[in-house]
């Protein structure tokens, strides 16, 4: 597990340039060939991941996609927090086709496993569900770890800016361009562990 963080960290320091060239897709095949297949699973993500990132970004794309990248987010995470990480969704009807913009997810998914998994004991959780309400989209992302301190879930829903939760406040800057009042964040605690953020934007489905 160790060697494989390592060479994770030296494909990031290498640049992403390296990731879509000959020279990645030869490390790829020796680690296959050496039965390192920990590491060829990790890379082909990593370089999955960044392609996902940088075509397009902050355009639409699907539920759907939008779930794949998270699988591979989270294969890489969890090789990071040294401990597997359970991820589950529960996608409602045809909602799996209904357009988001790219990454919206992620800051909530990044929170999770950094404040609410790290340190906690026991099976980490993760489950993100996509459902209707009235003419929005609902997604709730929710967590079986640490709860959110008090005085912070009361910052937070009130749209405070909070130390070391940038990807947060990206996160509202950004809905509030695409969707303005229209898009609505809302964190809870949950018994007897976890947290739950609710996200509801604007049903836009994809068209045919």
């Known amino acids: 597990m160790y060697l494989a963080i390592n060479i994770l960290g030296l494909l990031v320091f290498l ?9 990645k897709k030869a490390i790829n095949w020796k680690a296959i060939e050496n039965e390192q297949y920990e590491i060829s699973e990790m890379l082909v993500a990593l370089a999955d991941i960044l392609r996902y990132a940088i075509n397009d970004a902050g355009e639409f794309t699907t539920i759907d996609a939008e779930k ?7 294969l890489l995470q969890q090789e990071k927090l040294g401990e597997e990480i359970e991820l ?7 909602y799996g086709k209904c357009k988001i913009h790219k990454m919206l997810l992620q800051p909530f998914v ?16 993760l489950t993100i569900e996509v459902s209707k309400a009235e003419e929005q ?13 008090e005085d912070q879930l009361k910052d937070l829903n009130m749209g405070k800016e909070i130390k070391n939760h940038f990807g947060i406040s990206n996160v509202r800057k950004r809905l509030k361009l695409y969707y303005g009042e229209d898009a609505v964040i809302y964190f809870e605690n ?10 509801f934007v604007p049903l836009q489905e994809e068209q045919k």
């Open 190 to 199: 949950v018994s007897p562990s976890g947290v739950k953020v609710h996200l």
């Open 137 to 149: 989209m609902h997604i709730i992302i929710a967590n079986n770890g640490r709860h959110i301190e």
């Open 15 to 23: 640049g992403i340039g390296f990731l879509f060239s000959k020279d």
């Open 68 to 74: 794949g990248w998270l699988e591979k987010y989270i």
């Open 88 to 94: 589950e969704f529960k996608i409602q009807d045809s």
């Open 110 to 125: 990044e929170n999770a496993i950094k404040y609410s998994f790290r340190g906690y004991e026991g099976a980490h959780r």
